[in-house]
């Protein structure tokens, strides 16, 4: 175990909102990391991102920099967009 896993332990035995605050925030960062990771990969700047989209840029860079969760409709769209396969998991904690 790391130390920064024995700290996150730690947090969760000590506030019981811990853990869930924790899952939604890293889910947000892992969603921003692969929308920013597909958006370099097409060599789009973010306007041009946007406009294939369909969305507003300010909603996608919100994304990227983890200030707004996004909606399941977004990412089927941006998927649909670039001929990628939308896929939500479930782990058990």
Same mark, same amino acid.
């Given at each position: 175990?790391?130390?920064?896993? @024995?700290?996150?332990?730690?947090?969760?035995?000590?506030?019981?909102?811990?853990?869930?605050?924790?899952?939604?925030?890293?889910?947000?960062? @892992?969603? &921003?990391?692969?929308?920013?990771?597909?958006?370099?990969?097409?060599?789009?700047?973010?306007?041009?991102? &946007?406009?294939?989209?369909?969305?507003?840029?300010?909603?996608?860079?919100?994304?990227?920099?983890?200030? &707004?969760?996004?909606?399941?409709? @977004?990412?089927?769209?941006?998927?649909?967009?670039?001929?990628?396969?939308?896929?939500? @998991?479930?782990?058990?904690?």
């Amino acid at each position: 175990m790391t130390q920064t896993d @024995e700290l996150i332990q730690e947090m969760c035995d000590n506030d019981p909102n811990f853990l869930q605050m924790y899952n939604e925030d890293s889910v947000r960062v @892992e969603i &921003a990391i692969q929308i920013r990771t597909l958006r370099d990969s097409k060599k789009l700047s973010a306007n041009e991102f &946007a406009k294939k989209v369909n969305l507003p840029v300010s909603r996608i860079k919100d994304i990227e920099s983890c200030n &707004a969760s996004v909606d399941i409709d @977004e990412l089927s769209k941006i998927a649909n967009v670039f001929n990628h396969k939308l896929s939500i @998991e479930l782990e058990e904690l």
